[in-house]
């Protein structure tokens, strides 16, 4: 696959040898990440998560991303924000037209970059709902209606600078579900498994406290 444009090779290159100093990374399970249709579901921690992920992916990767519609009011931002693979979400409303997007992209072929929490949380609380961390039914509504390869992945929560952050991919997820689509219910089941998943990654629970060492083994430890 080639990569979404020039200016997104520049960009990718420049930023990530930056970022590779003031907020270094270190990278697992990429050798199992699959190459394309996939839903990546991290846990959102900073506003660098983004920013992190997507410069530690291969240049060609084409990840798309949800980023907020305020961002996009500045020309220059916006303009800078859609050659990167961003396009605009309302949040808290029912943004048709971001899921129409979403929808596009993953049967494009593309890959596309979903925060099940739907905000940063700090502290085990979201930042903009100001309740505990928890999974919103979005991404799993998309994976399901696009047949979407669903990845859970762990990023550390402090992002400090010239701090390492982990990144860990995890296995791809197997949704359950009745039907074509499936019912609320089980939509939302899926991304709380997807969340419960991508904490585990680092030991944690949802919302970033630890686990203990049983269930931390019991999540990390390879299928028989």
């Known amino acids: 696959m080639k990569p979404t444009n020039r200016f997104f090779v520049f960009v990718y290159y420049v930023l990530g040898a930056i970022l590779r100093i003031i907020h270094p990374t270190t990278v697992e399970g990429l050798e199992k990440l699959p190459k394309s249709g996939v839903l990546l579901c991290p846990n959102h921690s900073s506003n660098w998560d983004p920013v992190l992920l997507g410069t530690r992916l291969p240049v060609n990767y084409r990840l798309h991303a949800m980023a907020k519609e305020e961002l996009f ?53 979201g930042y903009i709902d100001g309740l505990p961390a928890h999974a919103k039914s979005g991404a799993a509504m998309i994976g399901v209606r696009t047949g979407a390869k669903l990845v859970p992945v762990f990023m550390d929560g402090e992002k400090k600078l010239f701090h390492r952050t982990r990144i860990i991919f995890g296995d791809p997820y197997e949704p359950h579900y009745t039907g074509r689509h499936g019912t609320a219910d089980e939509m939302q089941k899926i991304a709380d498994d997807l969340l419960e998943q991508a904490y585990a990654l680092g030991g944690q629970a949802v919302g970033g406290k630890p686990l203990c060492a049983e269930q931390y083994f019991w999540r990390r430890a390879p299928a028989s």
């Open 73 to 125: 009011k500045n020309p220059i931002l916006g303009w800078i924000l859609r050659k990167l693979g961003a396009f605009p979400v309302s949040r808290g409303n029912n943004d048709i037209q971001s899921v129409k997007t979403a929808i596009q992209v993953l049967k494009s072929g593309d890959n596309l970059l979903i925060f099940p929490e739907g905000t940063v949380v700090r502290n085990g609380v």
